[in-house]
């Protein structure tokens, strides 16, 4: 019984615990470079989204021929969707366009970007063994380009990388006869590990694209506070927005060559 009173006494905070920790199925900004000394610092009227390409040697999925071509078609297609819908809500009106399709001038931002690298894992790894078994892994190199001069000109450049998982799987489950509540935290990373994979990788993806470019933002003193997001950092937790000074952000962005 006082086992049992102890149990329940742990089970919000264990739980809590849990679902912050209990996976470590995440995306994180690895580095974001500035491009061009002059960068822009007014809010575009628009972003224009197209169609991520692919490093092929870097592509392990379960597929090959006709169905490799419409995974890396699908996934493309849901990268530009999934920055699409979160682009309006911390930095500008999105909208979709084709790889080759004719770029308007004005306050307008470009955002192209590569797969680098996409591993599919195994979900079955991930859910019953865990602790980096079957892990998936998606790496993203994104360029933004200025649309306001005679021609396209990438001033930013953001480098993503994770994927998930390093948590124990179902085999955690089982000790909790010995290792007692604790072993709660690996109940929520068997039902991580089912639903984590490329998908989710991409949402995270999209989410620290998009929470880069409203940091940047707010840095250039283009948005408020209140409505900038800050991307998470590789090695730190949690996400935090970087400070407002101008004269800070200059120093603290290296300038690097353009990407031919």
Do not use: H
């Amino acid at each position: 019984m006082r086992s049992f009173l102890k149990i329940c006494y742990w089970l919000p905070a264990l739980v809590l615990s849990a679902l912050l920790l209990s996976s470590c199925a995440s995306v994180s900004v690895r580095d974001v470079a500035r491009l061009d000394p002059n960068p822009p610092s007014r809010l575009p009227e628009k972003v224009l989204v197209a169609p991520f390409s692919f490093s092929e040697k870097e592509i392990r999925v379960d597929r090959s021929g006709a169905a490799l071509e419409n995974f890396k078609f699908n996934l493309r297609e849901f990268m530009t969707r999934s920055l699409v819908r979160r682009l309006p809500k911390y930095v500008a009106p999105a909208e979709a366009i084709a790889v080759n399709a004719p770029l308007p001038r004005g306050n307008y931002w470009l955002i192209r970007g590569n797969f680098d690298r996409i591993y599919q894992g195994s979900r079955f790894l991930r859910s019953v063994v865990g602790l980096g078994a079957g892990a998936t892994r998606m790496e993203t190199t994104t360029v933004i380009y200025d649309l306001s001069g005679p021609e396209p000109m990438p001033f930013l450049r953001i480098v993503t990388t994770g994927g998930s998982n390093i948590s124990p799987g179902i085999g955690g489950v089982a000790t909790f006869f010995i290792s007692g509540p604790t072993a709660l935290t690996n109940l929520f990373n068997v039902v991580d590990g089912i639903r984590s994979g490329i998908t989710f990788d991409t949402i995270r993806t999209a989410r620290e694209v998009n929470s880069s470019l409203s940091e940047y933002l707010y840095q250039r003193g283009a948005i408020p506070y209140k409505k900038a997001a800050g991307p998470k950092r590789l090695g730190s937790f949690p996400n935090r927005l970087g400070p407002p000074d101008r004269a800070k952000l200059k120093g603290a962005l290296t300038v690097e060559p353009a990407p031919q």
